[in-house]
C-alpha cells in the first residue's frame, strides 16, 4: 500500500480519535457543571434512573399547575412551583389521618372531603402564609353546628413538635384546635399532620415510569 495513503489513514484516523475525545470532556465537563448547579435533578435521575440527558429531552406545554397543599382537597391552580429534593413546595404537605390506625384520609374512602376547598393566603404587612380549609357555599347550611366554616392553619417557617410515624410518612401534629375541627366535620377522630422538615415527598408513579 502506498505510505502516503497509510499515512492519511492514521492521520484521518487519529482526527476522529481526538474529536470523540474532545467531545467526551465536553460532555463531562457539561455534566460536572449540571451537577453542581442542579443537585436535586442529579439525585432524581440517579434515583429514577432517567436514561436521556437533558439537553436531548424534548419541550413539552404545561398548561395548568396545581398544589394540593392538604392532601385529599381539590387543588390550587398555580403559575409557578419551587422545586427541592424534598419535593415541591406546599404539595402534599399536609395530611388528615385517622387517630387510631394513622392511616391518610382520602377523598376516596371520605367523601366530605369534596366539600372542602383550600388556598393559601399571605399577610403583606407581615408576610405571614396562612393554608386556609373552608366548606363550600352549597353545603355550608349543613356543616355541623357550632363548626367555624374556615379553618386557618398558620404555615410556620421552622414546624417544631413531635415527630409522629405513620409508617409512610413522618409528620408534626399542627395541634388540637385543627384536629378538633376536623373531626368535628368528619364525625371520626383525627388529627393533622405536616410533614416533618427534611421528609422527602415520593414522586407519582406515572413520573417514576418516564425516563
Known amino acids: 500500500m502506498d505510505l502516503v495513503l497509510i499515512l492519511g489513514l492514521l492521520l484521518a484516523a487519529l482526527l476522529v480519535y481526538?474529536?470523540?475525545e474532545q467531545q467526551k470532556?465536553?460532555?463531562?465537563e457539561q455534566q460536572a457543571i449540571d451537577d453542581r448547579n442542579n443537585p436535586d435533578?442529579?439525585?432524581?435521575?440517579?434515583?429514577?434512573?432517567?436514561?436521556?440527558?437533558?439537553?436531548?429531552?424534548?419541550?413539552?406545554?404545561?398548561?395548568?399547575l396545581y398544589i394540593y397543599p392538604m392532601r385529599g382537597i381539590m387543588g390550587i391552580e398555580v403559575d409557578a412551583m419551587k422545586v427541592?429534593?424534598?419535593g415541591i413546595k406546599y404539595d402534599r404537605e399536609w395530611a388528615v389521618y385517622d387517630k387510631s390506625k394513622l392511616?391518610?384520609?382520602?377523598?376516596?374512602?371520605?367523601?366530605?372531603?369534596?366539600?372542602?376547598?383550600?388556598?393559601?393566603e399571605k399577610d403583606l404587612a407581615t408576610k405571614q402564609k396562612t393554608l386556609v380549609i373552608s366548606i363550600i357555599e352549597s353545603h355550608q347550611g349543613s356543616a355541623p353546628?357550632?363548626?367555624?366554616?374556615?379553618?386557618r392553619i398558620p404555615i410556620r417557617k421552622n414546624p417544631t413538635g413531635k415527630v409522629i410515624d405513620t409508617g409512610k410518612v413522618q409528620g408534626i401534629a399542627e395541634g388540637e384546635q385543627f384536629d378538633e375541627w376536623f373531626s368535628k366535620f368528619l364525625d371520626k377522630e383525627v388529627i393533622v399532620l405536616r410533614s416533618a422538615p427534611g421528609f422527602k415527598k415520593g414522586l407519582p408513579m406515572n413520573f417514576m415510569k418516564w425516563g
Open 103 to 120: 392511616g391518610c384520609i382520602t377523598q376516596a374512602p371520605e367523601v366530605k372531603l369534596t366539600q372542602l376547598r383550600q388556598r393559601i
Open 145 to 151: 353546628a357550632g363548626l367555624p366554616l374556615e379553618l
Open 18 to 20: 481526538t474529536y470523540l
Open 84 to 86: 427541592s429534593k424534598f
Open 25 to 28: 470532556k465536553a460532555a463531562a
Open 41 to 64: 435533578d442529579k439525585e432524581l435521575r440517579a434515583k429514577y434512573q432517567f436514561t436521556v440527558r437533558p439537553e436531548n429531552e424534548k419541550s413539552i406545554k404545561i398548561q395548568k
